[in-house]
């Protein structure tokens, strides 16, 4: 069944857009949130835990001390108070995915508090998001349905429980309700994700790859008439795993939203399920603030206390803040105001950064970033980053073209083979048989042929106007089917009429 | 008396000279414990203190320790004084290589992966464990009679109860079919058991032994202690499995003291040892109070200072007590649901859910009293009632921390019976869990304060002839006081008695014919 949904304009003509995530932040540390057992990714099933992670009769939690650190860190990165003294708390529900039947969590005592983050919109603006707190958690398994429909729990004959994200350690960053962002609010509710996972991995506290469940986003959506204080009820879109499917979320339900609230009808407090592929969101189940997790403090653990002199050790050792690092970036690269911010929108500064580390220059890793791959990932509807090109993929294209082995055109054509995994750059050059005409003797041939067609535009070069060349030059290059070297054509041509270029 | 009663009833610190001069062997003593409990643990009349004997590993150990004393060397010096001394082990703790169930149903056949910290630490200093002792199921209970494997009898009487939860360790230690036993006290269910069977069990300072690897009831009350026939045992037992355990974040950083030397030159001249008004008199059986009073004499002639100390807030400390150690348990026993190990339920009827697996599972898996704390947690834990009654709760708990301050800035040590009455009939308070909560009253503010306490032997009531325990309670991290006021104390009742209060239960008769590899 289908929402019905206003257009997206007409339903901010009408309504005020309030919205709050709740960012979810895997931390990379070695080990997991109270066992020592690894906190590896993508392992066999069930190989990373030990009698804590399956809550074993008799086992007792031991909290990780760089989880606390890690924590810390992105509480300081996100300008929170840090608390002196903070609790767990046990979060008591009945689910196979959670090994104890309770989740150890931070309720009434988070780590850091009170904190904000000032995001860059696209034009510039810079909108401040207020941070409730950021509190420790432990991740639960994974639970995979098999039988019935595409994994759904519904009509799934079985389900399968892999514990070796159990008690992986995570953050959980709360935002104030975000109030004011009318139109721009699906632009912010994906720049304000974006910016906190350039925070944590800025950080090296998270491998932060949104498509791995490192960083992992709720976001509330609620409307209200113009000029009304008072919020309206909210629906919680429940793990939103990309940018873009961040901003398409806030955005489809501010729409769903707004055909309901027209219809007369009060929107439902629920958790709604994200669909990649209609771009919309589904029911989840009802969701009240009655729900009773029974909270109560753990009475395993002792309370963390944080000294003032640990905070600020841990303060020294942040690392330069991404806005920061944004300014110096695009000092070293000279790119312009306009070219630096088409980087960062695109979302592909970090990628530019690993493509000069790897030895481009920074107007060639510009050019292949935005001219190539950015278009290629609107085409395939992922993120830049998540296309699969690796640095040192456009540092080898890049010296085969200025060494002249090949145009950009082929160029392109070989970062598509690349991507379709055909293999290195040089192996598919080599497959497709791709080179540059590079011997002079068929070039002249070609330009001997051109000049003698166009008889008009030689004189015209030779009276001096050498812009009117490029007819020449077409002609060369569509005679050796678009294997000459363009420049080399263009020297040869001149030095054959006896003009300077 | 033959050569293995001797034995048998020997202390474990008698065992460990005798062991260590070669007087007798390991696997000697292994061996007359083992067939002890072939003799009158089992059949309808026997103790039934074990859920499992343990007799090959037990003999195996043994033999190693024997092996070791007889190469000599370094190795054999380097044996731990224990060594060679057997041990019973309470089923609420994990151990490899033995089931443990906590006296349920819903474990029963599980085997742990790991070893409870306490295990390890038996099995460095190379005790054979000779098996595992019933308790009420999840230690909830007061009489070991809400084992789901049948409750234990008690030694004195084999119609009473052994106390609970860990009636088992207690009747083990009392029947002669184990010279020390671990035990676990959330309300008393270590020093009870001890008060009731006439022998000794210690509650630790919360903290000083790690819990992990033992099956939580309520995690910010349990903890491991040992259970013996002396204070000495017991101080070395203590010593054994004290200290601090990374695995146990409640786990205490400083190094233990030295206990067995309080137990050895026990002093109490000039001690301040005080009366808790609030914890004799009223309610309590005249014999109890009779063997009290007469205690307080002992010390007194020993050079102690008798002085009353009152604990106005004690009188909420069951109520508390029955609040906090419910919702702590309703969250604990959330993890048996059938889903990773033990007991699976399917239910009767369709639609086969995870939801009706885990309850069925739990219905069929834990007794009636698991299953009144579950519920009464689960009630207290609820959003609109957890401040007026877990929030209560834990203000009452402060209430009792500062009663005990106080009276601690006045003595030295308190004083109180361990429990109100002598043991009861067996199938007596089944039915009336207030009366079985009550018995409790005197061993749950330590508990609520996480100071140490010791229930020893104080003679026998008049009214019945059966054993009353004289508890002491100490300041957190001085058990080492308690060592040294129960070893005067235990030594001025025993001149009285004219030798241990045990010599004078009668003697089992077997309750399984003795088979031919006996002695």
Not at chain 1, 1 to 30: I, Q, R
Not at chain 1, 192 to 216: F, H, P, Q, T
Not at chain 2, 387 to 408: C, H, M, P
Request: hydrophobic residues 40%; contains cysteine.
């Amino acid at each position: 069944m289908t929402d019905a949904t206003l257009s997206f304009e007409e339903a901010m003509e009408k309504y005020d857009p309030v919205l709050g995530f709740e960012v979810h932040v895997e931390l990379n540390t070695k080990t997991k949130m109270f066992s020592s057992a690894p906190n590896v990714f993508g392992d066999e099933p069930n190989t990373n835990v030990n009698e804590v992670d399956l809550g074993m009769p008799g086992v007792l939690p031991v909290v990780n001390k760089t989880a606390i650190e890690s924590s810390i860190k992105i509480g300081l990165a996100l300008n929170c108070k840090i608390a002196e003294t903070c609790r767990f708390a046990r979060k008591n529900y009945f689910y196979p995915d959670t090994p104890k039947n309770f989740q150890t969590s931070q309720y009434d005592e988070p780590i850091a508090y009170d904190g904000y983050l000032d995001i860059e919109l696209s034009d510039g603006t810079v909108f401040r998001v207020e941070i409730e707190r950021a509190h420790m958690e432990e991740d639960a398994g994974k639970l995979t349905h098999m039988g019935g429909a595409a994994g759904r729990i519904q009509g799934a004959d079985y389900s399968l429980v892999d514990y070796n994200r159990s008690g992986v350690p995570l953050v959980e960053i709360v935002t104030k309700p975000i109030q004011g962002a009318g139109s721009r609010a699906p632009e912010l509710a994906k720049a304000y994700v974006a910016a906190v996972r350039e925070i944590v991995k800025n950080l090296g506290v998270s491998d932060a790859k949104m498509e791995r469940g490192n960083v992992r986003c709720d976001a509330n959506v609620s409307l209200r008439p113009h000029g009304r204080e008072r919020f309206g009820i909210r629906s919680e879109t429940k793990n939103v795993n990309s940018l873009r499917a961040v901003e398409h979320a806030v955005r489809y339900e501010i729409q769903r939203h707004a055909a309901v609230l027209d219809s007369g009808e009060p929107v439902i407090q629920e958790t709604r399920h994200w669909h990649e592929d209609t771009r919309s969101t589904t029911s989840g189940r009802a969701k009240s603030d009655a729900d009773d997790y029974r909270y109560f403090p753990e009475p395993d653990l002792v309370p963390i206390v944080a000294s003032r002199e640990w905070v600020e050790e841990l303060r020294a050792t942040l690392p330069e803040p991404p806005a920061e690092r944004r300014k110096r970036l695009q000092a070293d690269w000279g790119y312009s105001d306009l070219e630096f911010r088409d980087v960062v929108n695109a979302g592909v500064m970090d990628e530019i950064e690993e493509t000069i580390a790897a030895g481009a220059t920074a107007n060639v890793a510009r050019k292949w970033w935005m001219g190539e791959i950015v278009g290629r990932a609107k085409n395939a509807d992922v993120d830049p980053g998540q296309l699969g090109v690796k640095p040192g993929t456009i540092v080898e294209l890049n010296t085969m073209v200025e060494a002249g082995k090949i145009n950009n055109k082929m160029a392109a054509e070989v970062l598509d083979g690349v991507l379709a995994g055909e293999g290195t750059p040089a192996e598919i050059v080599e497959k497709r048989g791709l080179a540059v005409v590079s011997d002079d003797g068929p070039l002249l041939e070609a330009i001997d042929a051109a000049l003698a067609a166009q008889p008009g535009v030689a004189d015209k070069i030779r009276g001096g106007k050498v812009q009117a060349i490029g007819a020449i030059v077409g002609g060369v290059m569509k005679a050796t089917r678009g294997q000459a070297d363009a420049g080399r054509v263009r020297e040869l041509i001149l030095e054959k009429l006896g003009v300077e270029g | 008396m033959t050569e293995n009663n001797v034995l048998i009833r020997l202390s474990a610190s008698a065992l460990a000279e005798k062991l260590a001069a070669g007087e007798v062997t390991s696997v000697e003593v292994t061996q007359a414990y083992l067939d002890r409990i072939a003799a009158v643990d089992g059949g309808p009349r026997g103790v039934h203190a074990f859920l499992h004997v343990n007799t090959e590993e037990a003999l195996a150990v043994a033999a190693e320790v024997d092996a070791i004393r007889a190469a000599g060397g370094a190795a054999a010096a380097e044996l731990h004084e224990l060594a060679g001394v057997p041990i019973a082990v309470k089923d609420l703790i994990v151990t490899i290589g033995q089931p443990t169930t906590a006296g349920s149903k819903i474990l029963e056949g599980w085997h742990s992966p790991y070893d409870a910290t306490v295990v390890k630490r038996l099995r460095d200093a190379k005790m054979p464990i000779l098996g595992k002792t019933n308790l009420d199921e999840f230690a909830m209970g007061s009489s070991t009679e809400h084992s789901a494997y049948g409750p234990t009898r008690n030694p004195w009487d084999l119609d009473r109860i052994p106390g609970g939860s860990g009636g088992g360790s207690a009747a083990a230690v009392a029947a002669f079919e184990a010279p020390l036993a671990l035990g676990t006290d959330t309300g008393g269910s270590i020093r009870q058991p001890g008060a009731v069977t006439g022998t000794v069990g210690v509650k630790p300072t919360y903290g000083s032994v790690s819990r992990y690897g033992a099956i939580a009831m309520a995690s910010s009350l349990d903890q491991i202690g040992p259970v013996s026939r002396t204070v000495l045992d017991s101080a070395l037992l203590h010593q054994v499995i004290g200290g601090h355990d990374p695995h146990d974040s409640t786990s205490l950083p400083d190094p233990l003291e030295d206990l067995v030397a309080a137990a050895r030159t026990g002093n109490v001249d000039g001690m301040k040892i005080g009366i808790i008004k609030e914890l004799h008199g009223e309610g309590y059986q005249a014999g109890v109070e009779n063997r009290f009073n007469e205690s307080l004499e002992l010390l007194k002639q020993a050079g102690a200072e008798i002085v009353e100390v009152s604990c106005p807030n004690f009188k909420y400390a069951l109520g508390a007590y029955y609040l906090i150690m419910p919702s702590e348990a309703s969250s604990n026993l959330a993890k048996f649901d059938g889903v990773r190990y033990g007991l699976r339920v399917l239910p009767k009827d369709a639609p086969l859910t995870i939801e009706r697996v885990m309850g069925a599972t739990r219905a069929a898996g834990f007794g009636d009293e698991v299953k009144r704390r579950i519920i009464l947690g689960t009630y207290a834990l609820s959003a609109g009632y957890y401040d007026a009654y877990y929030g209560s709760a834990q203000k009452v708990r402060t209430l009792i921390q500062r009663d005990f301050e106080a009276a601690f800035a006045q003595a030295d040590v308190l004083i109180s019976p361990t429990a109100p009455t002598t043991a009861f009939k067996l199938g007596e308070k089944l039915n009336d869990p207030l009366a079985m909560y009550l018995n409790d009253v005197a061993t749950i503010p330590a508990n609520m304060a996480g100071v140490p306490g010791l229930s020893l032997p104080g003679g026998l009531a008049d009214e019945d002839g059966l054993p009353v325990g004289i508890q002491l309670l100490a300041p957190a991290r001085q058990d080492a006081r308690l060592y040294r006021v129960g070893a005067v104390l235990e030594s001025l009742l025993e001149a009285q008695w004219g030798g241990p209060l045990l010599d004078r239960a009668p003697e089992l008769t077997e309750t399984v014919p003795s088979h031919g590899g006996s002695h």
